[in-house]
């Protein structure tokens, strides 16, 4: 299941999931939106944030770079993949949990 997420509070709700996969993105990265590889996944639930609605998440994770993507497990970040991934990269990071 794919989220769009646009408040603290949304956000915070999927911490409190076993497992969660965090795109962190801006809708004027072109590396951004080429994120399309996502849409397939339908075994792990996945965050969209938008790093132009929600700046405090960007700044409260230490994001430099987009995209970035964090796995959440209970609220914890178990791993991280910085920029650009292929499939392959992001099916190994779910295959991780």
């Known amino acids: 299941m794919i989220k769009d997420i646009n408040t603290e509070e949304e956000f915070l709700n999927c911490l409190n999931e076993p497992s969660y996969l965090v795109l962190f993105y801006s809708s004027t990265c072109i590396p951004s939106n080429m994120m399309n590889v996502l849409k397939d996944k339908n075994n792990i639930n996945i965050a969209i944030i938008d790093i132009n609605k929600l700046p405090d998440l960007f700044?409260?994770?230490?994001?430099?770079?987009?995209?970035?993507?964090?796995?959440?497990?209970?609220?914890?970040?178990?791993?991280?993949?910085?920029?650009?991934?292929?499939?392959e990269s992001i099916d190994k990071l779910i295959n991780s949990i």
Do not use: D, E, V
């Open 59 to 87: 700044n409260q994770y230490n994001i430099k770079y987009l995209p970035t993507l964090m796995l959440f497990k209970y609220g914890s970040i178990t791993n991280k993949l910085i920029g650009l991934q292929s499939k």
